[in-house]
């Protein structure tokens, strides 16, 4: 017989055998535990049939979770298998006996298998309504307060949380909180994961302030992070580094999530040349132990890109980000959430750079799969929306843009409200097709009330604040309202160079959006050396293409004697009125 390729692995044409029967015949797939390679190898019915005879002769449960050979737990096929074999197995043999104690125990925790195996496949509606039965059952046989039953109704809380369905996570989570400082006290362990849990559910919701509350609780290196106390976060997560070290070596595979863990913390302190550095050690030694498609190994390599991206190697970012979709798309199928996520990345690293052809046909991919797997109105389907009606207004397409703009924001209202940091986001994004088609009236109402808000949810410094702010002085410069216009671009740009540098992208948007305000107010030398350097700095980086560009070029080509010192040929470049067919200008 001619041997089967192993599905599952960075080389689709290595042919092994299973190390169960040594046959070579069908499907050989990974176990999806620390084995690797040949000593991974395995059929589904002869892993299957190994557990079984595992628990029946050492009544060992353990053998339809972890592997036997490296102790780690299963994942992705071989991990829902045996849950759903297991589980069936168990209903089958009780289905016409009495329970005891005994065998309800084993129901209950084939149970939880199986609901955790459908959660990591994201089979969520699956798992909820598992989840669900077994939250009811532990109720009647341990009471409200028992662990097994607080740990269930978290896992219900998280499910619910994956669905979108954010109210009834946090209740859950509020509830079994409330249980364990009251049965455990405020600083045991599983009180601070509980903590953790409600801490991620608010941030979900966009409940700044009540997850702040929670977050400050904890000594937690990660739920600080979440916080924002980033060098606090960094020091608790080296000293969990160091005791993983010590106990389990360099390059156990928690050691290596420790150090990913702070890899990724360095990125968000914007220490970007840091974090590349650590972020390659990891992969490297991650590649080597776990293998090139270990989902731990395919994490830190998506994080990698997005530091790559940060500094600005937008081509090395999008490889890197092309390898970990096609290995997930393999792993896991088009359709699950880690694949559609890394496909919704790739996009984005796509539009940033100007690749706009690409970029919408991946989010229109994306959106078109998660309308059926998730619905129209689930928060992962807004996101990919909102985010290609950015692409079309980037390729210009602004009434387009604006219209899915608008409806994104309806649902997105619906479902998350209307403080939440996306809704505001997308009315962010809304206002600025409007004001690229000439309609400032209309986007300023949108701004004013968003840009209020956002400082009060975000803060005056976060992104999204930011972004908000650059649109609305534009609005009001654009209004004649120079007055506020400037004050406001200027500290924002200010703001940017702090958080960003002189040449990050949203910087030199700032920039030149500034320098035609000053432009406008008489403020010829300022405002000219701003945004002429500003475009330069974007045709460099950036290309004749992208849209940042254009936008700025067509802010010169509204003053004369800028377009000629730009070096652009009469009628080269774009004007403002071309752009959005307006039918006011500035006077130069």
């Known amino acids: 017989m001619s041997a089967a390729p192993v599905l599952g692995t960075a080389d689709e044409t290595e042919l092994l055998q299973c190390t169960i029967c040594l046959g070579d015949d069908g499907d050989v797939v990974q176990k999806g535990c620390y084995c690797r390679g040949a000593a991974g190898a395995t059929h589904l019915e002869c892993i299957i049939e190994l557990a079984s005879h595992a628990a029946d002769t050492r009544d060992d449960w353990t053998s339809w979770t972890d592997c036997q050979v490296c102790k780690s737990q299963y994942t992705g096929q071989v991990q829902i298998v045996l849950a759903q074999a297991w589980h069936a ?18 129901l209950s925790y084939a149970s939880s298998c199986l609901a955790n195996a459908l959660y990591s496949e994201a089979k969520y509606a699956e798992a909820a309504e598992m989840e669900a039965e077994i939250l009811e059952s532990d109720r009647r046989r341990y009471g409200s307060d028992h662990q097994n039953t607080l740990t269930c109704q978290c896992n219900l809380a998280m499910t619910y949380k994956a669905q979108g369905k954010y109210h009834e996570a946090a209740e859950l989570a509020k509830q079994a909180l409330a249980s364990r400082k009251r049965v455990l006290g405020d600083t045991h362990p599983q009180t601070l994961t509980s903590m953790a849990s409600l801490a991620d559910i608010y941030i979900s919701q966009g409940r ?70 650590l972020q390659r050690t990891v992969l490297e030694m991650q590649q080597r132990v776990l293998g090139q498609e270990h989902p ?18 937008r081509a090395g970012a999008a490889d890197l980000k092309l390898e970990v979709l096609r290995a997930r798309t393999r792993i896991h199928g088009s359709h699950h959430p880690a694949t559609l996520a890394t496909q919704s990345d790739l996009a984005r690293n796509y539009c940033h750079s100007a690749r706009y052809d690409e970029a919408e046909a991946l989010q229109r991919e994306v959106v078109s799969i998660q309308e059926r797997v998730l619905g129209a109105t689930h928060p992962h389907t807004l996101i990919v929306s909102s985010n290609l009606a950015v692409t079309l207004r980037d390729q210009q397409r602004f009434a387009e843009a604006e219209a899915l ?22 009315t962010t994004r809304l206002a600025s097709a409007l004001v690229l088609q000439g309609q400032e009236s209309k986007a300023e109402a949108l ?65 030149a959006i500034l320098g035609d305000a000053l432009l406008r107010s008489g403020q010829t030398e300022e405002g000219t050396d701003l945004l002429l350097t500003s475009h330069r700095q974007q045709k460099a980086e950036l290309g004749s293409n992208h849209f940042d560009t ?13 377009a000629e010192e730009a070096g652009a040929a009469p009628g080269e470049m774009l004007s403002r009125r071309q752009l959005h067919n307006d039918t006011t200008s500035p006077t130069p």
């Not at 940091?421 to 997308?426: A, I, S």
């Not at 650059?470 to 007055?483: I, P, S």
């Not at 700025?552 to 003053?559: C, N, T």
């Open 405 to 426: 703009a608008a409806a994104t924001l309806v649902s997105t209202t619906e479902v998350l409200g209307e403080r939440h940091p996306f809704t505001l986001r997308t």
């Open 89 to 106: 197995r168990v209903k089958e043999r009780l289905a016409h006996k009495t329970l005891g104690e005994d065998d309800n125990d084993e």
């Open 447 to 511: 701004l004013t009330s968003t840009f209020d808000t956002l400082k009060e949810v975000l803060g005056c410094d976060h992104e999204g604040t930011l972004m908000a702010a650059v649109w609305l002085g534009r609005t009001w410069a654009v209004l004649g309202r120079l007055e506020v216009a400037i004050p406001l671009l200027r500290d924002t740009h200010e703001r940017y160079v702090a958080s960003l540098g002189v040449e990050h992208r949203q910087t030199l948007v700032a920039g």
């Open 550 to 562: 254009i936008l700025s070029e067509s802010f010169i080509a509204d003053w004369p004697l800028l």
């Open 296 to 313: 731990d190994t395919l994490s830190t390599k998506n994080n990698l890109a997005a530091t790559c991206e940060m500094l600005g190697d």
């Open 208 to 277: 700044g302030l009540l997850s702040w509350w929670y977050v400050t609780k904890s000594h937690n290196g990660w739920i600080t992070l979440l916080a924002g106390d980033h060098s606090a976060a960094e020091e608790l997560q080296l000293e969990v580094l160091k005791i993983r070290k010590e106990v389990k070596g360099d390059e156990h595979p928690e050691t290596l999530v420790c150090l990913s863990d702070v890899a990724y913390t360095r990125h968000r302190q914007g220490r970007y040349a840091e974090a590349a550095e």
